[in-house]
């Protein structure tokens, strides 16, 4: 990761923001050679799959219930 100084950064803040947004690396600002802060972009959110797509046609249909998987299950509680 590279690194820039606080008062580099205050000096073309914009421009190392766009470079940072157009790279997607992370930049570490240091003061005075100590380094203080991490400037990341945000990551893009990964797409949140469907039941149809983590349960795909491979396994759609191929699990068995021996009984009712929405039968409470107070009876196996000592106390409720």
């Known amino acids: 990761m590279k690194t820039i100084t606080k008062n580099r950064l205050k000096s073309h803040m914009f421009r190392i923001f766009r470079e940072i947004e157009e790279s997607g690396e992370g930049i570490i600002v240091t003061d005075r050679g100590h380094p203080v802060l991490v400037i990341e972009p945000i ?35 000592d106390e409720v």
């Not at 990964?46 to 039968?71: A, M, R, W, Y």
């Open 43 to 77: 990551k893009p959110i990964e797409k949140k799959l469907s039941v149809e797509e983590i349960f795909g046609p491979d396994i759609q249909g191929k699990v068995i219930f021996h009984e009712n998987p929405d039968t409470p299950t107070i009876d196996e509680w």
